[in-house]
């Protein structure tokens, strides 16, 4: 059997070709995008992008109640944007397979917030899969279909950031030929959720429950190693191989599903060891049912409630051992943040919002970052889509006093997420603010997806791309412009403009993502600051473009003339770096930033 | 633990970091050791910092190492080695690349960027190797083979037949810049 270095993600895609699924759907998110590429490479497979987490898994449940079986791809935000139809179509089944995938972000590596997603297979009634390396993402997948084939379940399989992302050696199967179940249909009763039918299969969950409990009991990946009896830990995940790393002789309950437990097979593990222990990152989900059980247990009162944990953190819980304090050098270090990169579009767009005194709504995406000095042109975050209904909320609030003073920005994949009905809400209910769309082409904080106006589909297929400026139109807005943020001084007034006039306006600041090959992104010359001309008034470091650095006149040799008796030093551009936007040298009041030949020496 | 030995490569966000790690878990493969290796992705060309770490031996558990429990640091830019320090052993060996990437407070004028990264670690830690990356990289033909020639630094700490990593290397670059990237592994493990 062939072995293979996969990642978590491309393990969970694996197991999901392996086991005959060729339907997946999902909405690209750290940790949970790859999943989805690595999918739509196998062969015979289809897969898409759908706009949003809600319609990805509306695609799967369609397709699995045409006997399907089916993938939904997410991140743990997505979940609360899809949770609508999961909590219902954990009523009805479906006549397919229906497995969804939640990748969970403990520490928040890339996320707004660090949510607990078991949470939701008990909200939902809906089984959970935990691994906790590579080899058992591949082989979950084709369990957790098995499981939603017999118990007529939608079942969860939850991810973290640490198993997406890490990767180990997986042992490959022959993938089984896929079985075409699919047909069309008709069973009402179980499908149609009107109130006479929904509480009748309500009470099928609550019966398919109790035998997913049952079933737990005997579940193959949920077993006991029973090793020194002193110290027995019920864990999953991979906090398993943190623990097994440092405790390698304690006694183990190692779950492969958090949701229903073993009752049964809890109970034994807790009277076959002394102490026993729950290990779990962030909520005490499992620690609170062994309680439930009447099972003493220590959890939470030793284990961190945030962030994910490493070895260290497991062994200094448990055995109160901290490693020797090393004698280490005490240096406070410069941090080293995110940033927009060289000849980002976004750049010149949020320095100009972030001096202009009003309030910028922001939502998720590359753009988030400018929050930070020295753009600081962005003042929330809350959710994908939240941009729009903010701005237009605060807007109303304010009255006079936030009239020509809001503005909600949003990007364009961000926007086809969650923004289209949040913009149609601000035409409908006649709203001052301005929405600015920054279009980059792409959906580029994960890596450059395509989404429905790129023109192009998950596998590579050419298809009808959305026109942004006729569908606002459609909206009811009238007031919709194009502008091309290079260009400061256009950008400037297109912005002025847009929060001048009464009723709602929408400025697209269009140019593709510098990363973006596809379309070709701009790449001039890189620019040069002749020293000799530059007054040190810091107006382009203000930019915070990456290349561009302040060099004091201590640190210079030569050292340039003074132009005044305040100057300290004088800007610099690496040119490694530079992309040749041209946002610095329109800044620049002394003329001292040119493209690198037009200067001479 | 047990015989479980711990590499953690350290840089900033387009240095080719994650590369270079998949690289070196594929050289462990190849010399039929178990290997796990764990990093974050998604700010990783945003200039933010990229941290990859890769542990080996007969049976691997945690694919991230605890404090005090890392053998060898390969630290792609120089600074930022201090940033890491707390994860090594007190007989690691550090690797590091002198070129500086300037954070933002330092562009900024708010910080100053410490220069002696090298020293300091030198206090503290005997094995401290210092490598011109960039240069070496631009002289074997390529000035982004920064992460090659520290691979070539680090295949010099670790018992591992040449002919193995060469092997691996092959089949990672596509045929254009292989040359340049094996001239590199080379500079890189006898600099």
């Known amino acids: ?601 | 633990m047990g015989d479980t030995r711990g590499i953690l490569i350290a840089g900033v966000g387009g240095q080719g970091i994650l590369l270079a790690s998949d690289i070196l878990c594929r050289v462990f493969m190849a010399a039929g050791l178990d290997v796990k290796k764990s990093e974050v992705h998604g700010m990783a060309q945003r200039g933010g910092c990229v941290t990859s770490h890769v542990r080996y031996g007969g049976k691997v558990h945690s694919p991230i190492s605890r404090k005090r429990d890392v053998d060898i640091l390969v630290s792609f830019e120089k600074m930022d080695t201090l940033r890491y320090l707390d994860f090594l052993k007190p007989e690691a060996t550090i690797l590091i690349n002198t070129e500086e990437l300037y954070p933002p407070a330092v562009n900024l004028g708010d910080a100053e960027y410490p220069k002696d990264a090298v020293e300091t670690a030198r206090l503290s830690f005997q094995k401290v190797k210092s490598i011109d990356a960039t240069n070496l990289a631009s002289r074997a033909g390529n000035v982004r083979a920064v992460n090659t020639v520290l691979l070539g630094a680090l295949s010099a700490c670790l018992p591992i037949p040449l002919e193995t990593w060469e092997e691996v290397i092959r089949k990672s670059f596509p045929a254009g810049i292989l040359p340049a990237n094996l001239e590199a592994f080379r500079m890189g493990r006898v600099a």
Request: aromatic share 8%; proline share 7%.
């Open chain 1, 1 to 601: 059997m062939a072995k293979e270095l996969m990642s978590g993600n491309e393990a969970i895609a694996r197991g999901a070709y392996e086991c005959g699924a060729r339907f997946a759907a999902g909405y690209p998110g750290t940790p949970s995008t790859e999943i989805m590429e690595a999918f739509a490479t196998y062969e015979g497979v289809y897969a898409e992008w759908a706009p949003n987490e809600k319609v990805a898994m509306e695609v799967a449940i369609g397709a699995a109640l045409a006997g399907a079986r089916a993938l939904a791809v997410m991140k743990h935000v997505g979940v609360n944007v899809a949770a609508d139809p999961l909590f219902t179509v954990s009523y009805t089944g479906t006549d397919g397979a229906l497995v969804v995938v939640t990748a969970d972000d403990p520490s928040l590596h890339s996320s707004q917030n660090e949510q607990d997603n078991r949470n939701y297979s008990k909200f939902m009634k809906i089984p959970m899969l935990e691994p906790a390396d590579s080899q058992e993402a591949k082989d979950y997948v084709r369990l957790a279909f098995e499981i939603s084939e017999r118990f007529d379940t939608p079942v969860f399989l939850r991810s973290t950031t640490r198993v997406s992302h890490s990767k180990s050696v997986v042992a490959l199967d022959p993938p089984l030929p896929p079985e075409d179940r699919t047909a069309i249909r008709f069973d009402a009763e179980k499908y149609v959720m009107v109130p006479m039918n929904a509480r009748k299969r309500r009470v099928e969950v609550e019966k398919r429950m109790r035998r997913l409990e049952e079933y737990a009991e005997t579940f193959s990946e949920n077993r006991m190693e029973i090793r020194n009896p002193g110290i027995g830990i019920i864990t999953a995940g991979i906090p398993y191989h943190y623990a097994k790393d440092v405790f390698p002789d304690f006694s183990y309950l190692k779950l492969g599903m958090v949701y229903p437990l073993p009752a049964a097979m809890i109970r034994e593990f807790a009277s076959r060891v002394r102490k026993l222990y729950v290990l779990e990152e962030l909520d005490p989900f499992i620690e609170e049912q062994v309680r439930a059980l009447g099972i003493e247990v220590t959890g939470k009162a030793v284990f961190p409630y945030t962030s994910e944990f490493d070895p260290g953190i497991v062994e200094r819980a448990i055995s109160g051992n901290a490693p020797d304090s090393a004698v280490l050098p005490e240096r406070p270090l410069p941090m080293r943040p995110p940033n927009l990169c060289p000849g980002c579009p976004h750049r010149g767009l949020f320095y100009l919002l972030g001096r202009m005194k009003v309030f910028v709504a922001g939502d998720i995406g590359c753009y988030t970052l400018s929050f930070m000095k020295p753009l600081e042109g962005l003042h929330s975050c809350i959710c994908m889509g939240a941009s729009i209904g903010m701005a237009h909320g605060m807007s109303k609030a304010l009255g006079e006093k936030g009239r020509g003073k809001v503005v909600g920005v949003i990007g364009d994949s961000t926007f086809l997420h969650s923004g289209i009905t949040p913009l149609l809400n601000m035409a409908y209910n006649h709203s001052d603010a301005l929405i600015v769309i920054c279009d980059n082409l792409t959906t580029a904080m994960t890596g450059m997806q395509e989404h429905p106006a790129t023109g192009f589909t998950l596998q590579g297929e050419k298809t009808t791309g959305v026109d942004l400026e006729r569908l606002i139109g459609a909206l009811g807005i009238e007031n919709v412009r194009v502008v091309d943020p290079y260009d400061l001084k256009a950008t400037r007034k297109a912005i002025r403009d847009g929060l001048e006039k009464s009723g709602p306006s929408v400025l697209i600041s269009r140019r593709a993502c510098v990363l973006f090959k596809r379309e070709k992104p701009y790449r001039g010359k890189p620019y040069r600051v002749d020293p000799e001309k530059c007054i040190g008034c810091r107006l382009c470091i203000g930019l915070g473009c990456p290349p561009i650095a302040w060099k004091k006149f201590t640190d210079a040799s030569p050292i340039p003339e003074r132009k005044g008796k305040k100057q300290e030093g004088v800007s610099y551009i690496d040119r490694n770096l530079c992309t040749g936007c041209g946002l610095c040298r329109q800044l620049c009041k002394s003329g001292a930033i040119a493209e690198e030949e037009s200067i001479d020496g």
